[in-house]
Each structure stands twice: as C-alpha cells, then as structure tokens.
C-alpha cells in the first residue's frame, strides 16, 4: 500500500492559465474525493467519483474547474483560466465503498497552487 | 457547515496528555465522530473514529459522552510531533464527503 500519491506538490502559475492535478488513489480504492483548502480553514468538499462516475459536485467547483477519472483508477482536477482566488492547496482523498461504512478516507499529500 | 465546535488553539506540554474537546449536539443516531489531524503543509491524517463507545487505538483514545453531544480526544503522551490542526467531524461514514471546520490548532511546547 503506497498510499495516495498527487502529482505535481506545488504549481505557479500565471492568472489565466490552464493547469492540471493528478491523484493516483490507493489501488483497490473505488471512491476518490477532491477537496480544496486555503490558508486558515480546513478543507473543503470539491467534488467525488465512484468508480468511473462523478456523482456530486459541490458549487464551489465552478465551470471553470472540471475533474475526471477516465478509468476508475487515477484522476485529474482541471482549472482553465485560473485566478487568484483559485491559490490553495487541492487535496485528493480515496476510499472504498465496498467495505464497512466505517472506513476511513485516506488524503494524499495535496497539490499547492499559486496563482500569479 | 461543520456540525462540531472546537476551540480554536490548545497548548501541551511534552510528555502530558492532551485532551481535545469537540462538541456535536445535533449529532444523529447514525452519525460518527472522526478525528483527523493536519500537520503543516501535509494532507489530513486519520486518528480514530467512535459511534458510542469509546474507542482506542495506537495513536489516541476517544471519549463519547453517553448523550453524544461531545467528545474529547486524548493523546496519552503529547510529543513535539502532534503539533497539528484537529479536527472533529461528524459524519455517517467515511462513504459521505466530510465537512471539516477550522479544527483546534495544538501546540505541544517542550
């Protein structure tokens, strides 16, 4: 068990630009979650797949964010046209639903976005 | 919005335990308490989980009062290394997206 693993650690980018975050959850996981925090609170829900499906977005995920997990294994979370306000570190979480409903999630290290 | 009530900062001295207070009163009968704690610049990190019971682990102990409504977590012997933000949740099970407040920053000072 390696863990869950995110991909890049830390992003500077300019206003305006694309970028991209892989998490690669723990191989048998089936439930994969998105979170974003910013300095001083704790972390907030995004977005979560089952599998291959998203099943909830929250509304902090504007249309300008878009995730995917094509295969039911890895997934990326997409910004285009990023702004300043997007500056926060984006957290991945993975679970599998399969098993008793008190298993825990496990967070992956996060991917740091700055936003020149 | 978070269902849990945490102070804001506590303070421990390294080696004494530390208690960390978390009150839930709307918690539902279906509903457990987790604790996860961040470490700077880390991804939340799973402590321990209770229903009614309470709960022991390698890392914490977990103490539900009889009406639910609170809990506290205990660190037996604080070390520099539990300096963390933790934070109390309140959920149906880890299939649910969890709602994080701002948690208690503890700082375990030598």
């Known amino acids: 068990d390696t863990g869950v693993s995110q991909d890049p650690r830390h992003k500077i980018t300019k206003r305006g630009q694309n970028v991209t975050f892989r998490c690669d959850p723990i191989?048998?996981?089936?439930?994969l979650y998105w979170y974003r925090q910013t300095l001083g609170q704790g972390p907030e829900f995004l977005t979560y797949f089952q599998n291959e499906a998203q099943l909830e977005k929250s509304r902090l995920l504007s249309d300008r964010f878009s995730a995917e997990r094509p295969k039911g294994s890895f997934s990326t979370l997409e910004i285009q046209r990023t702004e300043q306000g997007d500056s926060a570190m984006y957290l991945c979480?993975?679970?599998?639903?399969?098993?008793?409903?008190?298993?825990?999630?496990?967070f992956g290290p996060g991917t740091r976005l700055l936003v020149l | 919005d978070a269902k849990t009530t945490q102070p804001p900062s506590m303070d421990c001295a390294e080696g004494r335990a530390a208690n960390l207070p978390c009150n839930h009163s709307t918690i539902s009968g279906n509903e457990y308490v987790y604790w996860y704690r961040q470490i700077h610049s880390q991804g939340p990190q799973y402590i321990i989980h209770?229903?009614?019971n309470n709960e022991t682990n390698e890392m914490a102990s977990l103490i539900i009062t009889e009406d639910r409504k609170s809990s506290t977590l205990i660190l037996p012997h604080a070390t520099l290394r539990d300096t963390a933000v933790y934070y109390c949740?309140?959920?149906?099970?880890?299939?649910?997206?969890?709602?994080f407040g701002k948690g208690t920053l503890l700082t375990v000072n030598p």
């Open positions: 191989s048998e996981h089936n439930r």
């Open positions: 949740i309140v959920e149906k099970g880890s299939n649910y997206k969890l709602t």
């Open positions: 209770g229903l009614k």
């Open positions: 979480a993975s679970t599998s639903s399969g098993r008793a409903r008190q298993e825990t999630q496990y």
